[in-house]
């Protein structure tokens, strides 16, 4: 039986045909989207600084070759312009690093999905949004297209579809275009890609697979970093998080004004990390039990991805949540306001691990 | 009127094809691909649900089988080649998670 998206696409149609088209082509998830309309897509192409026919990847799970000019009509779907091009294509690039298993990431029964996280120059060159409502765009057209444009490329050209073979059990809002930007001016601290040491001129593009934001509010704490950073690593380490049991990596975003006043404390990006590595941790014997609620500590029953420092046979050792400081990601973004934090559980030692690259020089520029 | 580039790029590539499936009186040779952490004192997992399928399919099929089992090195990755070609010859193979 044929299915929908395996049907021919007209080579010409009346524009107001596409609405209903692309639905019975399956070539969208349910959002509507814009038609890829030739001379917008090769303007997009050009955007990109790259010929139409070159292969960024194949694209899981299917495997179909991510031509350029095929990820265009994406991002020509998705409402992207031409600058938006080169944060598209780094970020794919990223993901398809055989480290981001990105296949893993798509077809997984965990709720991830691969964050774009732009920081630098480009954020501004893009005018990017970073305040209120960053997590759904706040409004600003570069956010929701890049994200949507890699949602689509890897639905059109990946064939990730739910069930065949996508097995996520709840999904994940941000399946549907999941793009942030760092505040580039309001921090006190060096962007997300120089912590990351990676010189960026022109900016940069992070990707991380990762988990719907879940907000940590400081009512009723002291305006003082230990106690409201103690507060965030409560959040890290609920039994529930994937990354209390598999480790891996953990994204954290604090607010411009939050991130100054932990500066004007003495923090910085790094004793963050280590103060939050070191609180995010749950004991053994808590998170793993046999069926009668004993610890599981028998030697066989060892976790291969923990490291070799967490003793798996001590039911009172304390698990980090992290491999190291290190793969504790912190963005400042949000509202410029309150002191609010979010935490972003990650698919733990199992992929999604964040990637940085930079932009091409001026390529964001328009 | 406008043209459209298809965003499933070249739809005419042909797929790989699925491997020939046997009748089941023919299957004789099983094997086992798992996909999950192994525990030897956890709860279910893949490892017993093998050994289950190892005493039920020979009743159920009327006649001996052969098994070969492995696990994957890493649950979150595809199978690499290498391993992949240990199953090549056999009649079916099972690849899945219990939980």
Known sequence: MTRPEELALPARIDPSDWPELSYQLGLTDGLPTFPPDRSVVERLVAGSGLPGDFVVGAIPPRGQPGSVRAIAANAAMAGCLPEHMPVVIAALQAMLEPIFNLRGIVCTTHPSWPLVIVSGRAVTDLQMETRESVFNGGGARANMAIGRAIRLVTWNLGGAYPRRPVQEVMGHPGRMGYCIAEEPVNTPWEPLHVARGVDAPSGAVTVFGCEAPQVVLAFGAANLGSIILARVADQMRAPGNSNVHTGGEVLVCITPSWARTLAEQGWTRRSVQEFLWERARSRLGDIRMNSDGSPAVHPDDAYYWWPDSVDQTNPDEMVPVATSPGDIHLVVTGADSLPYMAVCPSWGALGGFAITRALPEHSTEH | ?99
Do not use: C
């Open chain 2, 1 to 99: 009127m406008i043209e459209l580039v298809d965003p499933r790029g070249d739809v005419n590539l042909v797929p790989a094809a699925l491997a020939p499936r046997r009748h089941a009186p023919e299957v004789r040779r099983i094997a086992f691909l798992s996909n999950e952490e192994e525990f030897m004192h956890g709860a279910l997992h893949f490892q017993r649900y093998t050994r289950i399928l190892q005493r039920v399919l020979p009743e159920r099929l009327g006649a001996a089988l052969v098994f070969h089992s492995e696990v994957k090195p890493v649950l979150s990755r595809a199978a690499e080649q290498e391993q992949i070609d240990h199953f090549v010859g056999w009649d079916a193979v099972i690849n899945g998670l219990a939980k």
